[in-house]
């Protein structure tokens, strides 16, 4: 059997119910959840059939939380393995170039004066990258839908946000400083991707 709207709409107020908040995850969990019921309980009335593969989504849709994601906020367990997926690559990126970071400030000396040398320069760069990016970041807040990837892509932004005010404010040159200006240009890659997978989603639908 297919499915008609109401039935799906049922199991879409399911998921809204258990917090699968994010458009591009409820949207694929739908899916299974409808092939499932339409492949293997077509002979069974539908809010039997139902009853069955959701006690399945049981486990998967338990509010978990982790700190790789976020202190405070609990999600599904499947939504969460998402999430790490998209984040736990940027905090390892960042903290390789922390360690690098690091490794200079002790033993290339010459690094840091030639950043110090030239910090106007960096500066400018830094702000039409920091331009840029904000622009790219109106266009995702003010879009439509509310994907795993609008979510990592406005966690990673307050961070560049706040780094960038603390760059612009900062007067002395530091490897520290240099560290972050490089971290956030990196970042750039993580956050067109999210940016890129949004809007492919949107389109989808």
């Known amino acids: 059997m297919e499915l008609d709207k109401e039935q799906v709409e049922l199991i879409n107020s399911f998921l809204v119910k258990n917090e699968v908040v994010f458009d591009d995850m409820r949207f694929e969990i739908i899916d299974h959840i409808a092939s499932d019921v339409e492949e293997n309980y077509s002979e069974i009335p539908f809010h039997d059939a139902i009853k069955i593969v959701l006690k399945k989504w049981e486990t998967q849709i338990q509010l978990s939380d982790s700190l790789w994601v976020s202190s405070r906020a609990r999600f599904p367990k499947i939504i969460l393995g998402k999430l790490k997926q998209l984040f736990i690559p940027q905090l ?52 439509k839908g509310f994907t795993t990837y609008k979510y990592v892509f406005k966690r990673a932004f307050y961070f560049v946000f706040l780094w960038t005010v603390v760059f612009f404010l900062t007067s002395r040159p530091t490897v520290l400083s240099l560290t972050f200006l490089i971290a956030n240009l990196i970042s750039s890659v993580f956050l067109y991707q999210n940016y890129k997978a949004h809007f492919k989603f949107i389109k989808s639908i």
């Open 92 to 143: 390892i990126t960042f903290a390789v170039i922390m360690i690098v970071g690091g490794i200079v400030d002790h033993n290339f000396s010459e690094v840091i004066d030639f950043y110090s040398q030239n910090t106007n320069a960096f500066r400018i760069v830094y702000g039409i990258w920091f331009f840029i990016a904000t622009a790219f970041g109106l266009i995702l807040f003010f879009s």
